[in-house]
Structure formats: structure tokens, C-alpha cells
């Protein structure tokens, strides 16, 4: 084999070797939260995610979000809003179906 194929199965072995060391059960880090990014060398960064965010500092851990992010406005198109939207859509069409029940029962009697 050339020098590449050898550089190339070497690489590969790490990268088993990196994977089993990852799922290992005793692995200390698989009882505990990772940050998981992918790295610039292609393994999953191993580094605790900051309190409250799934990633690390370096992986975007201290970029804003939510309500602090520079470009929210007014929360209209959160989840929690778009539910509560849905919600009022729906029981609008229920009373609605509910009053020409009754007009119709009315008119038939």
C-alpha cells in the first residue's frame, strides 16, 4: 500500500476507536450530557453543554435565543402562539357548527 492508503486506513481505525470509546457503557461521558457537536476534525465534541443549552460555549452555547435573540419581535409565529391561534380557530368553527345545529333544529320544530 502507498503512504495515502496507509494514512487513510489509519484514520479510519481512529475513528472506530473514537466511536467505541463513545459508546463505551463505562465511558464517564455517556452518563453525563455532551455537547455533541461535529468538529472541524469530524469527531463529536465532548465538552459539557453550558446550564440550561444543549451545546458548549464554543459551539454556540452564548449566542441569544428566544427573546434575547436580536431580530424577535412580537412572538407571533412561536409554537405556544401558533397553538393558541389554532385553539381559538377551532373552537370558533365548534360554536359555530353548534349554533346552525340549533338554528336548524329550530327551524325544523
Known sequence: MDTRAKKRVERACKEVENLREL??????LNK???C???TRQGNPCRKPPLNGRT??????ALSPSDKEHYNF?????TKEAFLERKKQNLSYIFFKAL????????RNS
Open 36 to 38: 455533541g457537536a461535529k
Open 23 to 28: 459508546h463505551d457503557k463505562n465511558n464517564p
Open 73 to 77: 419581535k412580537s412572538g407571533k409565529f
Open 99 to 106: 349554533i346552525d345545529l340549533e338554528n336548524e333544529i329550530i
Open 55 to 60: 451545546r458548549c460555549r464554543l459551539h454556540g
Open 32 to 34: 453525563s450530557h455532551i
